[in-house]
């Protein structure tokens, strides 16, 4: 199986777990919040390099929305209702956070 085929199957299976949720019956829904969740996953990795990388480098998200804080792995992160009650709470909030190239998070 190529990275691509994996990847198709993964947002397929999601896909599919969301669309038996209520309200989530079209990709017109589903697609932004997979989107979001796989930003945030990239993010994360790109912002834990960046905390061992440059001293005084803080994460800039909340820790709260950190993906290790919601989805460290099955056993820690968030499943079922609590998840959708995080994602339907965060998800809105993320289209509002602000910033610029130029913001600076280092001492």
Known sequence: MTEVSKIQEVIKNA????YTEEGMHN????????????????????ERKRVSLIKGYAGI?????????????????????????????WIPKLASLTGSKNDRNID
């Open 15 to 18: 896909k599919s777990i969301m």
């Open 27 to 46: 990709d017109g829904v589903t697609v932004p919040e997979i989107s979001w969740i796989l930003f945030l996953k990239v993010f994360d990795y790109h």
């Open 61 to 89: 998200l909340p820790p709260e929305i950190q993906w290790s804080s919601w989805a460290a792995d099955e056993f820690t992160g968030l499943t079922g209702t609590d998840l959708i009650k995080f994602l339907d709470v």
